[in-house]
Structures are given as C-alpha cells and as structure tokens.
Nanobody, 116 residues
Framework: QVQLVESGGGLVQAGGSLRLSCAAS????????MGWYRQAPGKQRELVAA???????NYLDSVKGRFTLSRDNAKNTVYLQMNSLKPEDTAVYYC??????????WGQGTQVTVSS
C-alpha cells in the first residue's frame, strides 16, 4: 500500500520558518523525483520545488533563496525548509512522487498559514 506521510505544516508569523517532511513508502516503481506543490484558495496548484534522485533541484521563482528542498534517498523522504515565510506562501502543500512506469502519487496535503 502506497503511503505519503506529510508533516510539518502549521501557523507561523511572517518572517518565520517551517519544515515540511514527506516520507514515501510502498512504492514499487523506481522514484524519479519528489517534490511539493501548493494551492492557495482561488488559485491554481503550482510546483514549489522538486528534486531528482540525482539531487537536481528546481524552485518556483518566488521561493528561490527562501526555500530549500533536500532528499534522503535511503528513506524516500524529502524535506522542504521554508524560511522568511510570507503571507502569500499560505496554501495547502502537497507532496508529490514521480516514478518510472506509474502515474504520480500525491499526499493528502498539509496546511501552511503565514500571518502578517
């Protein structure tokens, strides 16, 4: 049974930090990349950050320099360190796992709320 266990969301003041974690288990296919999307109310879902198995990363322009995505391949876990958070970062954050040979797996989402 595939599981994506997300943790680390919450409420923080502007300028604060949060760390999201996503641990994937039960995935039969080789993992190509892992990352995080987010969706704010009334807005489209957008890719925040992603990291390949080889460690290559890409970030949404608005989070570059503030967010850092890292990965523990042995644990199939990714960590999104979010610093200098802004109210516009408020959204539901979803962990995504891209594999070779299967459609993407999505987590249930974790709420991040940044107060001004």
């Amino acid at each position: 049974q595939v599981q994506l266990v997300e943790s680390g969301g919450g409420l923080v003041q502007a300028g604060g930090s949060l760390r999201l974690s996503c641990a994937a288990s039960g995935i039969f296919f080789s993992i190509k990349a892992m990352g995080w999307y987010r969706q704010a109310p009334g807005k489209q879902r957008e890719l925040v950050a992603a990291i390949t198995r080889g460690g290559s990363t890409n970030y949404l322009d608005s989070v570059k320099g503030r967010f850092t995505l890292s990965r523990d391949n042995a644990k199939n876990t990714v960590y999104l360190q979010m610093n200098s958070l802004k109210p516009e970062d408020t959204a539901v954050y979803y962990c995504v796992v891209e594999t070779y040979g299967h459609s993407d797996y999505w987590g249930q989402g974790t709420q991040v709320t940044v107060s001004s």
